[in-house]
Nanobody
């Protein structure tokens, strides 16, 4: 019954910016990690950025200095500010959360959003 609701994807010119948001809803006890993955055509899904419940952050090397991940713990929301976008950033972006729900007997599970298309034109 947990859902991840994404927003903010779209089309942008190279050098532009987009802001992705993802909110986890449902009976949630604890969110261990929230983050973003992306998958371009013909490529494997890769980690873009993640943030833990304690604020620890990991970025893919390809986005360091351009993307910023943040979270609102109270709202179970994670955001990804994407600046200086490049055509190679074009991909389907997926929100992921590892969390403990109210019906999981305190065992954490992974949940995925539906994916949102980000297209960067040259």
């Amino acid at each position: 019954q947990v859902q991840l609701v994404e927003s903010g994807g779209g089309l942008v010119q190279a050098g532009g910016s987009l802001r992705l948001s993802c909110a986890a809803s449902g009976t949630i006890i604890t969110i261990n990690t929230m983050g973003w993955y992306r998958q371009a055509p013909g490529k494997q899904r890769e980690l873009v950025a993640e943030i833990t419940r304690f604020g620890s952050i990991n970025y893919a090397d390809s986005v360091k200095g351009r993307f910023t991940i943040s979270r609102d713990v109270a709202k179970n929301t994670v955001n990804l500010q994407m600046n200086s976008l490049k055509p190679e950033d074009t991909a389907v972006y997926y929100c992921k959360a590892n969390l403990i729900s109210g019906t999981s007997y305190y065992i954490s599970k992974d949940y995925w959003g539906q994916g949102t298309q980000v297209t960067v034109s040259s």
